[in-house]
Protein backbone atom coordinates (compact mmCIF):
# COMPACT_ATOMS: atom_id res chain seq x y z
CA UNK A 1 0.00 0.00 0.00
CA UNK A 2 1.37 3.26 -0.87
CA UNK A 3 1.03 5.89 2.37
CA UNK A 4 0.43 9.63 0.76
CA UNK A 5 1.61 12.28 3.08
CA UNK A 6 -0.09 15.51 3.20
CA UNK A 7 2.21 18.15 3.46
CA UNK A 8 0.55 20.84 6.42
CA UNK A 9 2.11 24.20 5.59
CA UNK A 10 3.34 25.73 9.40
CA UNK A 11 1.20 28.94 10.68
CA UNK A 12 3.43 32.24 11.20
CA UNK A 13 2.49 34.66 13.18
CA UNK A 14 4.94 36.87 12.01
CA UNK A 15 2.07 39.02 10.00
CA UNK A 16 0.29 39.38 12.80
CA UNK A 17 2.18 41.06 15.28
CA UNK A 18 2.63 44.15 13.34
CA UNK A 19 -1.17 44.08 12.10
CA UNK A 20 -2.14 44.26 15.55
CA UNK A 21 0.38 47.04 16.42
CA UNK A 22 -0.68 49.15 14.01
CA UNK A 23 -4.59 48.48 15.35
CA UNK A 24 -3.50 49.76 18.84
CA UNK A 25 -1.63 52.87 17.20
CA UNK A 26 -4.68 53.78 15.01
CA UNK A 27 -7.01 53.29 18.57
CA UNK A 28 -4.33 55.65 20.41
CA UNK A 29 -4.73 58.50 17.92
CA UNK A 30 -8.10 58.35 17.47
CA UNK A 31 -8.95 58.32 21.10
CA UNK A 32 -6.06 61.45 21.18
CA UNK A 33 -8.00 63.14 18.54
CA UNK A 34 -11.74 63.04 20.07
CA UNK A 35 -9.11 64.12 23.34
CA UNK A 36 -8.38 67.09 21.44
CA UNK A 37 -11.58 67.75 20.15
CA UNK A 38 -13.62 67.68 23.17
CA UNK A 39 -11.12 70.02 24.71
CA UNK A 40 -11.76 72.64 21.96
CA UNK A 41 -15.27 72.22 21.98
CA UNK A 42 -15.06 73.00 26.06
CA UNK A 43 -13.15 75.82 25.37
CA UNK A 44 -15.17 77.27 22.50
CA UNK A 45 -18.27 77.26 24.67
CA UNK A 46 -19.27 80.21 26.99
CA UNK A 47 -19.49 79.97 30.48
CA UNK A 48 -23.11 79.69 31.60
CA UNK A 49 -24.24 83.45 33.21
CA UNK A 50 -24.80 83.78 37.14
CA UNK A 51 -27.62 83.86 38.16
CA UNK A 52 -29.07 84.93 41.47
CA UNK A 53 -33.42 85.12 42.72
CA UNK A 54 -35.01 86.26 45.43
CA UNK A 55 -38.76 87.43 46.39
CA UNK A 56 -40.15 90.25 47.98
CA UNK A 57 -42.91 92.29 48.47
CA UNK A 58 -45.11 90.86 45.66
CA UNK A 59 -42.60 90.26 43.10
CA UNK A 60 -39.90 87.82 42.07
CA UNK A 61 -36.51 89.71 40.91
CA UNK A 62 -33.67 87.44 38.74
CA UNK A 63 -30.59 89.19 38.19
CA UNK A 64 -28.46 87.79 35.72
CA UNK A 65 -24.73 88.49 34.51
CA UNK A 66 -24.15 87.85 30.82
CA UNK A 67 -21.31 88.58 27.99
CA UNK A 68 -18.43 89.41 30.81
CA UNK A 69 -15.06 89.90 28.85
CA UNK A 70 -12.39 92.34 29.80
CA UNK A 71 -13.37 93.05 32.93
CA UNK A 72 -17.19 94.76 31.14
CA UNK A 73 -20.10 93.23 30.70
CA UNK A 74 -24.24 93.12 31.23
CA UNK A 75 -26.28 92.67 34.37
CA UNK A 76 -30.11 92.37 34.01
CA UNK A 77 -32.81 92.27 36.59
CA UNK A 78 -36.30 90.88 35.68
CA UNK A 79 -39.03 92.16 38.01
CA UNK A 80 -41.87 89.82 37.25
CA UNK A 81 -44.91 90.27 40.02
CA UNK A 82 -46.23 87.39 41.71
CA UNK A 83 -50.00 87.75 41.11
CA UNK A 84 -51.74 88.95 37.96
CA UNK A 85 -53.16 92.69 37.60
CA UNK A 86 -50.01 94.12 38.83
CA UNK A 87 -47.74 96.91 37.50
CA UNK A 88 -44.27 98.05 37.80
CA UNK A 89 -43.37 102.10 37.72
CA UNK A 90 -41.07 103.28 35.42
CA UNK A 91 -37.12 104.29 35.94
CA UNK A 92 -37.98 107.44 34.91
CA UNK A 93 -40.32 108.17 38.18
CA UNK A 94 -39.01 110.47 41.15
CA UNK A 95 -36.86 108.81 43.70
CA UNK A 96 -40.23 110.18 45.62
CA UNK A 97 -43.02 108.89 43.64
CA UNK A 98 -45.18 111.19 42.06
CA UNK A 99 -46.92 113.45 44.59
CA UNK A 100 -45.86 110.62 47.44
CA UNK A 101 -47.19 107.74 44.57
CA UNK A 102 -44.68 104.89 43.50
CA UNK A 103 -41.32 104.25 43.51
CA UNK A 104 -38.90 103.51 40.16
CA UNK A 105 -37.68 100.42 39.17
CA UNK A 106 -33.88 100.48 39.35
CA UNK A 107 -31.23 98.38 39.37
CA UNK A 108 -27.63 100.28 40.35
CA UNK A 109 -24.33 99.23 41.23
CA UNK A 110 -21.55 99.30 43.82
CA UNK A 111 -18.13 98.73 45.22
CA UNK A 112 -16.02 96.61 42.63
CA UNK A 113 -18.46 97.66 39.75
CA UNK A 114 -19.73 100.62 38.12
CA UNK A 115 -22.21 101.57 35.74
CA UNK A 116 -21.21 101.69 31.90
CA UNK A 117 -24.24 103.43 30.89
CA UNK A 118 -27.79 103.96 31.73
CA UNK A 119 -30.33 101.23 32.79
CA UNK A 120 -32.68 100.03 29.50
CA UNK A 121 -36.13 98.67 30.17
CA UNK A 122 -37.89 95.84 27.38
CA UNK A 123 -41.40 97.43 27.91
CA UNK A 124 -43.10 100.68 27.34
CA UNK A 125 -44.18 103.62 29.27
CA UNK A 126 -47.64 104.16 30.24
CA UNK A 127 -49.18 107.43 31.74
CA UNK A 128 -52.34 106.59 34.01
CA UNK A 129 -54.34 108.80 35.98
CA UNK A 130 -54.85 107.55 39.52
CA UNK A 131 -57.40 108.76 41.90
CA UNK A 132 -56.45 111.63 44.25
CA UNK A 133 -53.31 111.97 41.75
CA UNK A 134 -53.24 115.21 39.76
CA UNK A 135 -50.46 114.16 37.37
CA UNK A 136 -50.09 111.41 35.29
CA UNK A 137 -48.17 108.50 36.22
CA UNK A 138 -45.56 106.32 34.31
CA UNK A 139 -45.86 102.73 34.80
CA UNK A 140 -45.27 99.65 32.84
CA UNK A 141 -47.57 97.09 31.19
CA UNK A 142 -49.27 94.32 33.92
CA UNK A 143 -46.57 91.91 34.34
CA UNK A 144 -42.67 91.70 34.17
CA UNK A 145 -40.21 93.70 32.84
CA UNK A 146 -36.53 93.76 32.39
CA UNK A 147 -34.48 96.40 32.99
CA UNK A 148 -30.54 95.71 31.32
CA UNK A 149 -27.67 97.75 32.67
CA UNK A 150 -24.01 98.27 31.16
CA UNK A 151 -21.71 97.44 33.68
CA UNK A 152 -17.24 97.42 34.14
CA UNK A 153 -14.84 96.67 36.89
CA UNK A 154 -13.87 99.60 38.78
CA UNK A 155 -9.62 98.39 38.52
CA UNK A 156 -9.82 96.52 35.47
CA UNK A 157 -6.26 96.06 35.19
CA UNK A 158 -6.67 94.49 38.86
CA UNK A 159 -6.88 90.44 38.25
CA UNK A 160 -7.40 90.08 42.44
CA UNK A 161 -10.94 89.55 44.21
CA UNK A 162 -13.54 92.87 44.59
CA UNK A 163 -16.78 92.64 46.26
CA UNK A 164 -19.46 94.64 44.83
CA UNK A 165 -23.41 95.43 45.60
CA UNK A 166 -26.23 95.52 42.94
CA UNK A 167 -28.75 97.57 44.88
CA UNK A 168 -32.52 96.89 43.55
CA UNK A 169 -35.80 99.22 44.39
CA UNK A 170 -39.43 98.84 43.13
CA UNK A 171 -42.61 98.39 43.73
CA UNK A 172 -46.00 96.69 42.69
CA UNK A 173 -49.24 98.01 42.32
CA UNK A 174 -52.77 97.03 41.38
CA UNK A 175 -55.39 99.79 40.07
CA UNK A 176 -57.84 98.23 41.96
CA UNK A 177 -55.98 96.59 45.44
CA UNK A 178 -53.27 99.12 45.71
CA UNK A 179 -49.67 98.86 46.30
CA UNK A 180 -47.03 96.85 47.98
CA UNK A 181 -44.47 98.29 50.58
CA UNK A 182 -41.85 99.34 48.19
CA UNK A 183 -38.46 97.77 48.06
CA UNK A 184 -35.91 100.22 48.52
CA UNK A 185 -31.97 99.15 47.54
CA UNK A 186 -32.02 95.87 48.69
CA UNK A 187 -28.07 94.68 47.81
CA UNK A 188 -27.31 91.56 45.98
CA UNK A 189 -23.59 90.85 46.40
CA UNK A 190 -21.47 90.07 43.92
CA UNK A 191 -17.84 88.74 43.26
CA UNK A 192 -14.99 89.74 40.78
CA UNK A 193 -12.73 87.09 40.86
CA UNK A 194 -10.02 87.06 37.59
CA UNK A 195 -12.06 87.13 34.34
CA UNK A 196 -15.68 86.36 36.27
CA UNK A 197 -18.10 88.37 37.74
CA UNK A 198 -20.75 85.98 39.76
CA UNK A 199 -22.87 85.71 42.64
CA UNK A 200 -22.31 83.75 45.87
Known sequence: ??????????????????????????ALALLATAGLTSCSAAEAEPSAPAVARFTQNGVTVTLAVAGW??????????????????????TDLPAE????????????????LAADGPAAADAEV??????????????YPDGPVTLTLPVRAENPGSTSAGTAKALISYASCNAEEGCNIPVLDRPVILNITGNALTFP
Not at 97 to 112: I, K, Q
Not at 126 to 139: E, F, M, N, Q, Y
Open 69 to 90: KDAKGTLTATFTPTEAGYHLYS
Open 126 to 139: LRISLPGVDSAVPV
Open 97 to 112: GVEGVGRPTSVTVAGA
Open 1 to 26: MTRTRTHTRPRTRTASAPYGRRLAGA
